[in-house]
């Protein structure tokens, strides 16, 4: 029996028959999709493209005369994908079938990463002993005022999400809640290899490339590229030890100099 039928059936045994209907995992896949490809803000959004556009329902999958899913019911339904990791199987599938058809390489590598924003507003972001801000007309939304008070990570943390960080993408850039969102992309066709979500700390691209590069199967020597922010001693001399030759743009404004020698 193929992957979608078996999902299928686990849904239905699980599912009450009055209660929220179950989505096929393709239909839900594809829907986000467009949601990413389109930056569509909320769920509710994505619902009204889909049913105003015929080029949505023949991509989703639904008929013209089909009713669109209800918000609620599609994030319930896409939480449980995930739940189940089904979206990640469905990406190792991907993954696999581009292997088979010789579109990637398995020798010439590049890391890079980004910050994902939290959904954490940035008035959740308080004094780790729990000073609260003072009360106001609105309780719920207090207003609070930041300006004169030094933050850092390790004096201060989010109440509605702990594990995120303040970090910013540059100099003179907005620091936000934030993740570190990494990639370890082939370099053949560009094709997602690997991915992994780290606590945005300023080490995170490194720390997760190394842990991505480790999970290359085989022991042949591969090449790895990357930004300057990749040229330090630590990470040249972890890549070389794990037979990993290092292609990254040599940082010499750093202090001390690139990492990078003659070879």
């Avoid at 959004?45 to 049913?51: G, K, N, Q, V």
Wanted: aromatic share 8%; charged share 30%; with cysteine.
């Amino acid at each position: 029996m193929k992957f979608w039928e078996l999902y299928r059936h686990s849904l239905m045994a699980c599912t009450p028959r009055e209660g929220r209907p179950s989505i096929a995992p393709e239909k839900l896949l594809r829907a986000q999709l467009l949601q990413m490809l389109y930056s569509i803000r909320s769920e509710r959004l994505l619902m009204e493209e889909i049913d105003y556009s015929i080029l949505f329902r023949w991509f989703v999958g639904l008929n013209l005369d089909e009713g669109v899913w209800d918000a609620t019911v599609f994030t319930k339904n896409r939480d449980r994908l995930l739940e189940a990791e089904v979206a990640k199987q469905f990406l190792a599938q991907v993954l696999e079938l581009g292997r088979s058809l010789g579109l990637t390489s398995d020798d010439y590598f590049t890391v890079d990463g980004t910050l994902l924003e939290a959904w954490a507003g940035v008035k959740s972001y308080q004094r780790i002993e729990g000073k609260n801000p003072p009360a106001d007309d609105d309780p719920d939304n207090p207003t609070v005022n930041f300006h004169g008070e030094k933050r850092s990570d390790r004096t201060h943390e989010s109440k509605t999400d702990p594990e995120a960080k303040m970090a910013r993408k540059g100099e003179g850039k907005e620091a936000k809640l934030s993740y570190s969102g990494n990639l370890l992309v082939e370099d053949r066709n560009g094709l997602i290899v690997n991915a992994m979500v780290w606590e945005a700390n300023g080490r995170a691209e490194r720390h997760t490339a190394l842990l991505m590069l480790e999970q290359i199967p085989g022991n042949r020597r591969v090449t790895v590229g990357g930004d300057k922010g990749f040229d330090t001693a630590d990470f040249i001399a972890e890549c070389r030890h794990m037979q990993v030759t290092p292609h990254v743009a040599q940082n010499d404004g750093r202090r001390g100099g690139s990492a990078i020698d003659q070879r």
